[in-house]
């Protein structure tokens, strides 16, 4: 079963304009989610997150927005760039005891931005 | 410079063998994961540890091991139990009491 869903494996984006990754999950008890950005054969990097008693979360070109009755959150990156391209994760959290964070994955989506 | 270090990059083992996995971190955090990603796969958890002397099986623990005598180095076993052990094997840390975990580079882990 999985809790956490980017439906779209890949995306292709003009250099420039924006790039939208989206998110759903299932769980009602995750109340802070993450999204990450892995290059091939790296760890993931952290980009960027958001509390489930927020919105939105800006931080330079990039935005999470997050919509707690529907259950979906998205990444948006303006304006997009070549150096963007690689796989960005969605994950999510909530506490399950004793202080422990666990962190649920998504399976990716791969952005192309292309010049 | 603070980090998370693993090594090797790429190692090669033999079925039947049972091989450790490296991982330390220099970023005085309490908790550390271990997650291993398939190809067109999220990570999936293997193991967590908040505290040294202490781990919890994660999503897919069969086949693995873990120890934490220190609170720098969380290593890996990944013993002749695992069915599929070929995969990108991803260690993390995070502070105690927070949600954002900082990945080290990976290992390749191929068994033929």
């Known amino acids: 079963d999985q809790q956490v869903k980017q439906n779209s494996p890949s995306l292709s984006v003009q250099e420039g304009r924006i790039s939208i990754l989206n998110c759903d999950y299932t769980n009602s008890m995750f109340d802070y989610f993450l999204w990450y950005k892995k290059y091939p054969a790296e760890g993931p990097t952290f980009l960027i997150s958001i509390s489930s008693i927020k919105d939105k979360n800006e931080d330079g070109r990039f935005t999470v927005f997050l919509n707690k009755s529907a259950k979906h959150l998205s990444l948006h990156i303006v304006p997009s760039q070549p150096g963007d391209s690689a796989v960005y994760f969605c994950a999510a959290s909530g506490d399950s005891g004793a202080g422990s964070y666990q962190l649920t994955f998504g399976k990716g989506t791969k952005l192309s931005v292309i010049p | 410079d603070g980090g998370i270090t693993q090594s090797p990059k790429y190692l090669f083992r033999k079925e039947g063998q049972n091989v450790t996995l490296s991982c330390e971190q220099n970023?005085?955090?309490?908790?550390m994961y271990w997650y291993r990603q398939d190809p067109g796969q999220g990570l999936r958890l293997i193991y967590y540890s908040q505290i040294v002397n202490d781990f919890q099986k994660g999503d897919i623990a069969e086949g693995y091991s873990v120890s934490r005598e220190k609170k720098e180095s969380f290593p890996l076993t990944v013993t002749s139990a695992q069915k599929n052990p070929t995969a990108f094997y991803l260690c993390?840390?995070?502070?105690?009491?927070?949600?954002?975990?900082?990945f080290g580079p990976g290992t390749r882990l191929t068994v033929t």
């Open positions: 970023l005085n955090h309490d908790a």
């Open positions: 993390a840390s995070g502070q105690y009491l927070s949600y954002e975990q900082y």
